[in-house]
T-cell receptor
Framework: TQLLEQSPQFLSIQEGENLTVYCNSS?????LQWYRQEPGEGPVLLVT?????EVKKLKRLTFQFGDARKDSSLHITAAQPGDTGLYLC???????????FGKGTKLTVNP | DTEVTQTPKHLVMGMTNKKSLKCEQH?????MYWYKQKAKKPPELMFV???????INESVPSRFSPECPNSSLLNLHLHALQPEDSALYLC??????????????FGSGTRLTVV
């Protein structure tokens, strides 16, 4: 069973601060996906990374896939209250029929 | 159309009731999924359909019965549920099963309460 460990589990920061969320595994994944989920809603796909060392930017969010494709990070610059939510990383293996989810990081950005 | 639509949004049912959850997508995705999510936990895979055929059943109890009438629709039939089955049930779709680079599109979910 492939496991994805996310850290931190909870994060509460002030508006304007920067933060990084980590997603680590001992398994190699062909791709890593990041989702954000708000209470009572389904997860919304933010990004997919597929190449080792790949960096993708989405406005103030920067996503990185580790060189060995076993880990990923999400960095948010100048966090805003609208960034509040549960951030989930999910990994897939080529040809695998399952997407493995991490336990999530609950982010709260206070005004 | 880039959405997965789930109905109903909320459902309260008794332990002897029979109900169905519905999911619809018109993105041409050929893989569809049912997930169960308990509070403060990540989604847990229940079933996978690929080209309208059931390809994965994650040892889900038979009181949950999935159905895929066509490439756009996915149902989850519920019967004789237990209170511990109360959860957010999420439907998702992806272009192809196993094509991880494309990501999943999730619906907003059905909040199920079993009384």
């Amino acid at each position: 069973t492939q496991l994805l460990e996310q850290s931190p589990q909870f994060l509460s920061i002030q508006e304007g601060e920067n933060l990084t969320v980590y997603c680590n595994s001992s398994s190699v994944f062909s791709s890593l996906q990041w989702y954000r989920q708000e209470p009572g809603e389904g997860p919304v796909l933010l990004v997919t990374v597929v190449t080792g060392g790949e960096v993708k930017k989405l406005k103030r969010l920067t996503f990185q896939f580790g060189d060995a494709r076993k880990d990923s990070s999400l960095h948010i610059t100048a966090a805003q209250p609208g960034d509040t939510g549960l951030y989930l990383c999910a990994g897939g293996q080529g040809g695998s029929e399952k997407l493995v989810f991490g336990k999530g990081t609950k982010l709260t950005v206070n005004p | 159309d880039t959405e997965v639509t789930q109905t109903p949004k909320h459902l309260v049912m008794g332990m002897t009731n029979k109900k169905s959850l519905k999911c619809e997508q018109h993105m041409g995705h050929r893989a569809m999924y049912w997930y169960k999510q308990k509070a403060k936990k990540p989604p847990e895979l229940m079933f996978v359909y690929s080209y309208e055929k059931l390809s994965i059943n994650e040892s889900v109890p038979s009181r949950f019965s999935p159905e895929c009438p066509n490439s756009s629709l996915l149902n989850l039939h519920l019967h004789a549920l237990q209170p511990e089955d109360s959860a957010l049930y999420l439907c998702a779709s992806s272009l192809l099963q196993g094509a991880m680079g494309y990501g999943y599109t999730f619906g907003s979910g059905t909040r199920l309460t079993v009384v």
